[in-house]
């Protein structure tokens, strides 16, 4: 509890600047066990936040870093973190909204339709300033290599790595976790 004020001032100093979606300390608070932080010496420098909406699917949300730690490795400490917590949890995969898809390219993400992401993810969309013109991407890395197939309306279409700069899509199928 001790890390709330730190990790509201990092997000909100980016939601500030219309990149990230504000957080209040209320909300923190509820959801203080979904964060991973990263220090630098005595110093939070990042902070990331597992957030599940299913028994196979969870958002990797709250992804931050301070601006002067940028470079140094934090954010991709963090988001392998947050990878190995979903697998400890047996995750199939996991989504985030983004401004950089590369670097979540790079982390082995690929871009989605956002109309395939579970509705409940939506649900932070709509106190988002930016929802009648969102420009956030949707990513989703899978973290379980050959699953079975399933029906088209059961399973998420995603696209191949190469299409994060826009080329064609290459389909991939994924479990949607039941009741979504």
Known sequence: MT?????????NGYAAN???????????SEFIRDFTVSY??????G??????YGPTIAELRSLAVEPGSKGTGAGRLLMEAIDEEAKTFDLHSLFAF?????????MGYSLVDRNELPLKAWKDCLRCPKFQAC???AVLKQLKEGLPGRLASDAFRIFSPETVSGSASQGITLPRPNGS
Do not use: N, Q, W
């Open 3 to 11: 890390d709330i004020p730190a990790i509201l001032a990092l997000i």
């Open 18 to 28: 219309e990149i990230m979606l504000s957080r209040t300390e209320f909300e923190l």
């Open 40 to 45: 630098d010496g005595e110093k939070l420098i």
């Open 47 to 52: 902070c990331a936040a597992l957030h599940f």
């Open 98 to 106: 983004t401004y950089v898809p590369d670097f979540f390219a790079k």
């Open 135 to 137: 420009d956030e991407i």
